[in-house]
């Protein structure tokens, strides 16, 4: 750089000798302050991993760029505990949960904007600014302004905490870690530091403060600058990208390998001095020599700017290779065009040349482009020396074409990741009566939670039993449950028989939820057990109506002795597949049942807000159902005997040769006899009670009257009704 920089200088003020001059000072200049410090420039792979060692560099991002950072500043570990369970000598489940909090610097120059964020690989934050994790955000761009970070100065005191002026860094407070193994993940960042392609001249520039300039050079997406010295960072681009160093009497201009080359005559060829000179050299090197394959490894962004790998061929068979990695962004099309041009130019570089030429002639330096007279093609000064007033030029042959130019080209299949925006979140919160290995002791509600959006993941739950006066952590909600409303209304229909006359449309709330039939052995296995409203169905026929809409029929009604709400239906009731991995069970105080209770649920993404469920507790799950075929038969005596068949909460299943299991602490029923003006309340241990003709007469009976029976379990119970004439 100084050799080009003095030569300019050397000229204005001496001429071509002067130049000379300054040339020969300026090498000596480049050798000791752009001498090599090991590590060359910097390489593709610095980019993907995260790291926190003192001393790592942090690059200069110019474009746009996908960058892992260093971790700069961290927080222990922060732990938090939630107590669930426990109820009828069973203990409480204690869960740990954990966050971080943390900083990461991402570029030495400041930056527009962070796009998106990946997290071991997949996405944290999608392009929309939505985190796919619940985590607090601040980016500091790295502004001659910037100020300490508050939760930095908080942790550190304000009087230890840089501003990090000049660097970019982004900060994560109270990142949750469940989704990442409860550690902090590997961070890669998709970071803006100018829009659109950046010129490598513009590059160069920057980095030599004004050293460099740039003259219309190659274009990059992106570009991460490191590595020991201006030097590294610049010839990094300069080996791999076309490009050549004009001088402009002021400074080195960065410019492609183009412009009117100039001539040599066979009359200045072969110039001679004293000890110096001779006869042109011309050199070829046998093809074999140079490679026929060039590879170039880069970012694409179709691949989300991870690695892309674009190849230039001979075609010929166990030819040599020349593999290049270049830490920059580019199009799948330009990648491939560099590589085809640099295979063109070391397929050009077999021939080169040695001439000397007259001293008047000094004017030729390297990069500059000449014909020489009785050659063909363009040549590139790769080397210049003056001794004795000659002037010695190394030459390089160019190929044909002046610079790249983008082919078609494939980045390669990707292997793309959903980006769908966390969405709102829908909560259904239910007091149902859901079967269990244990039999519940206290009120038992389920919450249901899914999002309008394909992208919803989960939401954080919290009960409340005693109207919002206090709320308790519910932990968080299951795996979307496949949810939505009726758009038809179903019509009554007894629980005895399959219902084959009855139908109802539900609307699901995103596309990627599907519904399909079952055979009638599946449904009598329990599958496709659903919620409509407040009764729980089977559905075995599925018609599929487009735009998320189905129209469900061939059911099984009033399922688990909800066939109380089989006419209670109206358009828009909430449907809700009921499946156990989709489900989390709330168990509520026995007082709740007289009460209400809430839930509210906080999305991980955007668009939740507030309190979105709330369900009366009548204990459903501890509500023994109601008895079946109720019927009062007239006896000679005069007497009504009264006879019906228990069920029991804890056996749905039809078993053939047994009774179901009593799932109470005793058998007892409540009797209750209703005329206009008479109530009568009775208690048995035995499906049967006899409403004898005295009892009549004592109770006035002279016409009809209607008999109530329900099965006593140990804090709720539903009675069934049937009318006697």
């Known amino acids: 750089m100084a050799t080009l920089v003095l030569t300019a200088v050397g000229t204005v003020i001496g001429g071509p000798i002067g130049g000379a001059i300054g040339s020969i000072i300026g090498q000596r200049i480049d050798a000791e302050i752009f001498k090599p410090k090991g590590r060359q420039g910097p390489r593709l792979g610095d980019l993907s991993v995260q790291t926190s060692s003192y001393g790592t560099q942090i690059p200069k991002i110019f474009g746009t760029m996908r960058v892992a950072g260093t971790v700069i500043w961290a927080t222990d570990l922060r732990e938090e505990r939630t107590k669930s369970g426990g109820g009828k000598g069973q203990p409480k489940t204690t869960s740990y949960s954990y966050s971080a909090s943390f900083a990461v610097a991402l570029s030495g120059r400041p930056l527009r904007a962070v796009r998106r964020i990946w997290a071991d690989g997949n996405l944290l934050r999608g392009a929309a600014g939505d985190f796919k994790s619940r985590t607090g955000f601040r980016l500091h761009s790295g502004s001659d302004e910037q100020e300490p970070d508050p939760l930095i100065a908080a942790a550190e005191g304000i009087g230890s905490t840089p501003a990090y002026r000049g660097l970019a860094y982004a900060v994560f407070e109270d990142l949750q870690l469940a989704d990442f193994g409860n550690r902090i993940p590997s961070l890669t960042f998709e970071v803006e530091a100018e829009a659109g392609p950046v010129a490598i001249g513009a590059i160069a520039e920057e980095l030599s403060e004004g050293a460099i300039r740039d003259g219309e050079s190659f274009s990059l997406l992106g570009y991460a600058a490191s590595g020991d010295s201006v030097r590294a960072a610049v010839e990094t681009l300069a080996d791999v990208l076309p490009c050549s160093f004009a001088d402009d009497g002021e400074a080195l201009v960065m410019v492609p390998p183009a412009g009117a080359p100039a001539s040599l005559g066979a009359d200045e060829l072969g110039a001679t001095g004293e000890g110096a000179g001779g006869p042109a050299e011309m050199r070829r090197l046998a093809a074999g020599a140079v490679p026929g394959e060039v590879t170039l490894a880069y970012y694409d962004p179709a691949r989300d700017w991870q690695t892309g790998l674009q190849r230039a061929s001979l075609g010929a068979s166990g030819s040599r290779e020349d593999r290049r990695a270049l830490p920059a962004a580019l199009e799948s099309g ?13 397929r050009a570089a077999r ?9 008047r002639r000094a004017e030729l330096r390297p990069a500059a482009l000449i014909r020489l007279e009785g050659q063909d093609g363009v040549w590139r000064v790769e080397r210049w020396t003056l001794d004795r007033w000659v002037v010695t030029l190394e030459l390089s042959r160019l190929p044909g074409a002046a610079a790249p130019v983008a082919v078609g080209a494939t980045p390669g299949r990707p292997v793309e990741q959903p980006d769908l925006p966390h969405g709102p979140t829908r909560l259904l919160l239910r007091d149902l009566p ?7 002791a206290k009120p038992l509600l389920f919450a249901a939670a899914a999002g309008e959006s394909e992208g919803w993941r989960k939401a954080e739950l919290s009960a409340s039993y005693d109207g919002g006066a206090s709320w308790e952590s519910a932990g968080t909600s299951a795996g979307p449950a496949v949810m939505g409303e009726t758009r038809t209304v179903l019509a009554p229909a007894g629980s005895a028989l399959i ?5 109802v449309e539900v609307e699901l709330l995103n596309d990627s939820m599907w519904l399909e039939g079952r055979t009638d052995a599946a449904l009598v296995g329990g599958a496709n057990l659903a919620l409509i409203g407040s009764e729980l169905i089977q559905f075995g026929r599925v018609e599929p109506l487009g735009e998320r809409r189905f129209r469900l029929s061939r059911l099984l009604r009033g399922r688990r002795g909800t066939e109380w709400a089989a006419g209670l239906h109206s358009e828009g009731d909430a449907f809700l597949l009921v499946e156990e991995t989709a489900l989390v069970p709330l168990e509520a105080p026995v007082a709740a049942i007289s009460g209400a209770a809430q839930v509210t649920a906080t999305g991980i993404g955007d668009g939740d807000e507030g309190p979105v469920a709330e369900a009366a507790v009548s204990g459903e799950a501890l509500r023994p159902p109601s008895p079946v075929h109720l019927k009062a038969l007239r006896t000679p005596s005069g007497d009504w005997d009264i006879r019906w068949v228990r069920r029991s909460r804890n056996g749905w299943a039809w078993i053939d040769g047994s009774d179901t299991p009593l799932g109470e602490e005793r058998e007892e029923y409540a009797v209750r006899i209703a005329a206009p003006g008479i109530g009568r309340v009775v208690q048995t241990a035995e499906p049967f009670w006899s409403y004898t003709a005295a009892q009549q007469a004592a109770d006035g009976i002279s016409g009809g009257f209607t008999v109530s029976v329900a099965q006593r379990g140990t804090i709720a119970s539903r009675e069934v009704t049937i009318a006697v004439p």
């Open 499 to 503: 219902d084959d006359r009855s139908s």
């Open 334 to 346: 330009a990648a491939k065009a560099v590589a085809e041009y640099r295979l063109a130019e070391l």
């Open 434 to 440: 859901l079967g269990a290995e244990r039999l519940p």
């Open 351 to 359: 021939a080169s040349a040695k001439v000397h030429a007259p001293w």
